[in-house]
């Protein structure tokens, strides 16, 4: 498989490390903090790694290449949440709305239970999402602390299609 990716030899600083770890802790902290209402309480951790961002772009290609990742996959699951509770619950009330009034047809006898029974599952998958932000985020920390890089899965790909090149380097553990 051909790549436009180009290692890059650099050595890193430890602050380096520190930085493209703490943007990637920071979506696991951001999720366990507002576990329960998605508000506002995500906007201080969303900025912090939006900094962390801004501040190295143009000084550490893979702090940028780490807090960029971080950050997309912040906001995709702050408000790809937000978007799953609002309209997964509307078109549950929707069903419900529907099977109730179709009850009077004899119909909706079947579709109640199936409705009531799919609201389980729609809680689970949307509790899935920041599940895997905790956990997703937390390998990324952990591996950039120790100095590897670490993609995230499909969104690495996606941000490098339409944000440009990645970065890639070799691991500096290596002997």
Request: hydrophobic letters at 55%; aromatic letters at 10%.
């Amino acid at each position: 498989m051909k790549t436009d990716r180009q290692p890059a030899h650099e050595p890193l600083f430890p602050r380096e490390t520190f930085f493209a770890c703490l943007a990637h802790a920071l979506g696991p902290i951001m999720m366990i903090v507002d576990w329960s209402n998605k508000g506002p309480q995500s906007i201080p951790f969303l900025i912090a790694t939006a900094a962390i961002y801004l501040y190295f772009r143009d000084k550490s290609d893979f702090v940028k290449h780490h807090a960029r990742q971080a950050l997309a996959l912040q906001l995709l699951g702050t408000l790809g949440w937000l978007i799953l509770i609002t309209a997964g619950t509307a078109i549950w009330l929707i069903l419900l709305i529907v099977s109730v009034i179709a009850i009077l047809v004899l119909v909706g006898l079947v579709l109640v239970p199936v409705v009531i029974l799919s609201y389980p599952f729609f809680v689970l998958a949307s509790l899935s999402l920041p599940l895997s932000i905790i956990v997703l985020g937390s390998i990324a920390a952990w591996q950039t602390a120790n100095g590897h890089d670490f993609d995230y899965p499909v969104l690495a790909r996606l941000l490098d299609r339409y944000l440009g090149v990645a970065y890639v380097r070799a691991d500096i553990t290596e002997s």
